[in-house]
């Protein structure tokens, strides 16, 4: 309210000016008439003067109350005008009139209490003024009653009209701030949230300048994108094929499903278009980046998968248990041979084993949590080796166990590893070859930089760059009968034991996948 108390002050040396002009002018008989007391109004409109000289000076300053700088001032309004009026009686309405404005503008800057207390004091004082001129006995009556009562009555009038108006415009005011933070606030969050959106986002208008861009815009328009510290750059000359598919949309109204390739980078994306205004060119982009939707589509299809999965394996449990069990009744008949007998072995073993794949599936797909024990991994791989062999004749494949460390301790899920050495040796027996050849695989257990871990070797072709970095994704696979679901679930049961599965390139030829684990104590139990 600092403007509102400059005003008030403004307004109060232009008054003291008027009064000291009705003193001291030329005119001065003309303004005032005849003084009662020439002394009086003489000091009245010096004092006056310099006081609201000084009041000026000092509404701008806000170091000083508000609310002590209305009151000192209102005081000084009544205490002059009281005075005046005696000294100058013709000129009493005028000073009545103008003292009616600086009660009003005191109570619309003070509370409403302050405010009437002013008013009761300005009208105390007119009647009090009235009353000693009626009691020096001067027969001259300068106003009647009626005019010192209808005053007295417009200044509280006044004053409360004024402080009611100033309660409103202050509510007002505290309310228009609040909204203007609020909405700074949201114009920020929004902001905020656009900038950081993974959808890029682009404003452009007619004549194809680019308004705004996040950063996701910026990302996938490459290093030429619109930088927001330097002048505005078109779209045309940003990226031409998307600044003629903004066109034709324009023109035509139908939006172009298919991915663009934009940026330096080569990103592929999918542009969406709307109008920001019915009657404005001004158009919003919005920039899917395929890849992200690629992979929410995956993560979509990876959810169903788990729960297909696990109903699956569900399924398979009870024949398979009737399998193992019938598999034990023939291997207690006598009819059965050795040679026969040994295949019952086999089955029922692999039996067992299935149905732990089948485990270790329902426990991926409820994501339990692994169970590690302190094992040897010599000793595991090497029994590993001995089943294996069971099931993989040699002239499919030969597999040996590599390393000169007597025992290997380290943390981990028996079962998890024994499915993933499961899936990565069926992994090198498919493809880990040359033509005409059968699969030569080492499992190789040693300490790099003291941490325990199995290499898994074949002499095969070996695995391109361009899809070495794809191996671990889900689904993805480069034979027409796989799933692409063996790796990802390797690789998966090795982060549940706090490991890792990685591919290791092989200079001479061939592929290596390296599982890295958490080392155990020295002494097993």
């Known amino acids: 309210m600092r403007r509102e108390l400059y005003l008030l002050a403004l307004y109060r040396t232009l008054e003291a000016a008027m009064l000291a002009l009705a003193v001291f002018g030329p005119l001065k008989g003309a303004f005032g008439g005849e003084a009662r007391d020439q002394a009086l109004a003489t000091a009245v409109a010096a004092t006056y003067l310099v006081a609201a000289a000084v009041l000026l000076l000092l509404s701008g300053r806000r170091s000083v109350p508000l609310a002590s700088h209305v009151v000192v001032g209102v005081l000084i309004d009544i205490t002059v005008a009281t005075l005046a009026t005696h000294a100058l009686p013709f000129a009493g309405p005028g000073i009545a009139m103008m003292l009616l404005f600086n009660v009003g503008a005191a109570a619309l800057l003070l509370p409403l209490h302050l405010g009437l207390a002013a008013a009761a004091l300005a009208s105390g004082a007119l009647v009090v003024q009235y009353v000693m001129v009626l009691a020096d006995g001067n027969t001259l009556r300068e106003r009647p009653l009626a005019e010192v009562l209808m005053f007295s009555v417009s200044y509280l009038a006044m004053a409360t009209l004024t402080n009611l108006l100033g309660r409103d415009m202050r509510e007002s005011r505290d309310l228009a701030h609040r909204r203007g933070a609020e909405a700074a606030n949201l114009a920020e969050v929004n902001e905020l949230i656009i900038r950081r959106m993974r959808v890029g986002v682009l404003m452009v208008d007619g004549a194809g300048r680019i308004r705004m861009a996040n950063e996701a815009a910026r990302i996938l328009l490459g290093e030429s994108g619109p930088d927001p510290e330097a002048a505005p750059r078109t779209l045309p000359q940003i990226s031409p094929a998307l600044a003629m598919r903004v066109a034709e949309w324009r023109r035509s109204g139908q939006a172009d499903d298919t991915p663009l390739t934009i940026g330096d980078d080569g990103n592929e994306v999918l542009p969406r278009f709307t109008r920001l205004l019915a009657t404005d060119d001004t158009t919003l982009i919005f920039l899917d980046d395929t890849a992200l939707v690629s992979r929410r589509a995956e993560s979509l299809t990876l959810a169903a998968m788990g729960r297909f999965s696990a109903s699956l394996a569900h399924e398979i449990r009870n024949p398979l248990a009737a399998i193992s069990y019938a598999t034990q009744l023939l291997e207690e008949s006598r009819d059965i041979g050795d040679s026969d007998r040994r295949l019952l072995q086999i089955v029922h073993q692999q039996c067992m084993r299935t149905n732990a794949i089948v485990e270790s599936v329902l426990g991926l797909a409820r994501r339990e949590r692994a169970q590690p024990e302190q094992v040897d991994l010599v000793g595991l791989v090497r029994a590993f080796i001995a089943d294996y062999r069971q099931t993989c004749p040699e002239e499919n494949a030969s597999i040996r166990q590599g390393g000169q460390l007597p025992e290997v301790p380290a943390m981990v899920d028996p079962r998890h590893l024994q499915q993933i050495l ?92 390296r599982i890295t684990l958490r080392g155990g104590s020295v002494m097993l139990g």
Not at 452 to 481: K, W
């Open 422 to 513: 499961t899936s990565l040796a069926n992994n090198a027996v498919r493809h880990g070859h040359q033509p005409g050849e059968p699969a030569r695989i080492t499992i190789h257990v040693d300490l790099l930089d003291g941490r325990p871990v199995i290499d898994i070797t074949d002499r095969g072709p070996g695995i391109p760059d361009a899809v070495s970095h794809q191996l671990f994704r889900p689904f993805f696979t480069t034979s027409e009968q796989g799933t692409g679901l063996g790796l990802y679930i390797a690789h998966e049961l090795c982060r549940a034991n706090d490991g890792r599965l990685e591919y290791v390139s092989v200079p001479g030829g061939g592929a290596c996948f």
